[in-house]
């Protein structure tokens, strides 16, 4: 499968606890886009990641999430002390360059349930 | 982008017909628009994109129109089938996709 890989995908956290997401992109890319969408919304944007560094972190929340891209292995988004309302899909896409030739290809996502 | 919200417009069809799926956008210095198609369960699946250079793109059964005078583009999918059901997202780009509310297409056999 050459496509965008996300795991787990169910992830269920009680309050407090610490959620990691993990996204492995296509092969190839080395761009790495993290959105989240609640039920009945379009997909909001939290980060985009290049291989060690974070290249735009705007959409995140200033506390208790981070994410990174390491030299080898997938990328992570992780948040810590996890509330109620961090409930939703996360997706992670995917892109070979900053070209905008090139559209983000989406993995199947992780849904985030807290109790 | 289009504001979010609570309850996404729905668009039902008939098998066969052509279904015209409408996206009204906001940054008039975006250059680069998106089609995706989400199936419940599922991420966002790539249609078509197009750049800001260009008023109409066509692909296999899909065609893109895109109006800069009045931000607004569009989707059209010929002889709409059961497997096209789904939602359908405009969304601006090209890093920082800004995704718009998306259309629910039901296809009536």
């Known amino acids: 499968n050459a496509g965008v890989m996300q795991n787990p995908r169910h992830l269920v956290r009680r309050r407090g606890q610490e959620a990691r997401l993990r996204c492995s992109p296509m092969?190839?890319?080395?761009?790495v886009y993290w959105y989240r969408q609640l039920p009945e919304e379009g997909l909001k944007f939290m980060v985009y990641?290049?291989?060690?560094?974070?290249?735009?972190e705007s959409g995140m929340p200033k506390e208790r999430f981070s994410a990174e891209f390491p030299k080898e292995g997938p990328s992570i988004l992780r948040i810590q002390q996890v509330v109620r309302g961090d409930s939703a899909a996360y997706f992670c896409?995917?892109?070979?360059?900053?070209?905008?030739?090139?559209?983000?290809?989406f993995g199947d996502g992780t849904r985030l349930s807290i109790l | 982008g289009e504001s979010v919200g609570l309850h996404l417009p729905t668009l039902s069809v008939q098998e066969g017909d052509n279904s015209i799926i409408n996206c009204a956008y906001s940054n008039s210095a975006s250059d680069y628009f998106i089609w995706y198609k989400q199936e419940s369960g599922k991420g966002p699946q790539f249609i078509i994109d197009i750049r800001s250079n260009m008023d109409k793109r066509q692909g296999q059964r899909v065609t893109v129109l895109l109006n800069k005078t009045v931000k607004h583009l569009s989707l059209q999918i010929a002889a709409t089938q059961p497997g096209d059901s789904a939602v359908y997202f405009c969304a601006e780009g090209p890093q920082k996709l800004v995704f718009g509310q998306g259309t629910r297409l039901t296809i009536n056999p």
């Open positions: 896409a995917s892109s070979p360059s900053r070209s905008s030739n090139q559209p983000q290809h």
């Open positions: 990641l290049q291989k060690e560094n974070i290249i735009d």
């Open positions: 092969k190839g890319h080395s761009h």
